[in-house]
């Protein structure tokens, strides 16, 4: 039962243009969520993250939207730029603050910067 | 500074035999875990290490499976009598106090099981 869900396995969007990548989870327990970047050959990259007290965190280009009654958070990324293309997971924890954060990840959507 | 490593890189075996992967950690970090990425998949929780150690091991898929972290800083991840459905890229992370704090990856050794 895969409890984050990315939907787009992929994304093509023009370089300038935003960038948006949806997410998707089930459990309502879920109350930190956060964004990596993979490119190949590489370990994930960790790029931004969100507590459930709040409903937006900004960092430069990158913007975290949570909307915690539709159990839905989106990454967007504006402008985007070629060095963007990777593919892009999305990941949630059942406890923050707690003992582990382990983190439960979604199936990831790549992402293609068109120059 | 470095960050976290994972040796070997690359590991092909023949179904049966036992591998150990290790994982260097970011010099300082308590917080040590293993995840298992499969094709098409994001990566999937094995355990994790508080110092030396297994404070959530509910992820290890079956006894097959077993990590250790004996001076709370490099970890072996073991699989005994592998099996091709354990083909996979194990990736490592740490963290330094666990909790909420940033989990670094490290580049991931790719396992084939013939």
């Known amino acids: 039962d895969q409890q984050v869900k990315q939907n787009s396995p992929s994304l093509s969007v023009q370089e300038g243009r935003i960038s948006i990548l949806n997410c998707d989870y089930t459990n309502s327990m879920f109350d930190y969520f956060l964004w990596y970047k993979k490119y190949p050959a590489e370990g994930p990259t960790f790029l931004i993250s969100?507590?459930?007290?709040?409903d937006k965190n900004e960092d430069g280009r990158f913007t975290v939207f949570l909307n915690k009654s539709a159990k839905h958070l989106s990454l967007h990324i504006v402008p985007s730029q070629p060095g963007d293309s990777a593919v892009y997971f999305c990941?949630?924890?059942?406890?923050?603050?707690?003992?582990?954060?382990?983190?439960?990840f979604g199936t990831g959507t790549l992402l293609a910067v068109q120059p | 500074g470095a960050g976290v490593s994972q040796t070997p890189s690359n590991k092909v075996t023949e179904k049966g035999k036992y591998v150990e992967l290790r994982c260097d950690p970011i010099s300082g970090h308590t917080a040590l875990y293993w995840y298992r990425q499969s094709l098409g998949q994001g990566p999937e929780f094995l355990i994790y290490?508080?110092?030396?150690?297994?404070?959530?091991d509910s992820g290890l898929p079956n006894d097959r499976f077993f990590a250790v972290r004996p001076e709370g800083s490099v970890s072996t991840l073991k699989i005994q009598r592998t099996e091709r459905g354990d083909s996979a890229v194990y990736l490592c992370?740490?963290?330094?106090?666990?909790?909420?704090?940033?989990?670094?990856f490290g580049p991931g050794t790719r396992l084939l099981v013939l």
């Open positions: 290490f508080q110092g030396t150690g297994a404070a959530d």
């Open positions: 992370a740490s963290s330094l106090n666990g909790g909420t704090e940033t989990q670094y």
């Open positions: 969100i507590s459930s007290i709040k």
């Open positions: 990941a949630a924890s059942p406890n923050y603050g707690g003992a582990t954060n382990k983190l439960i």
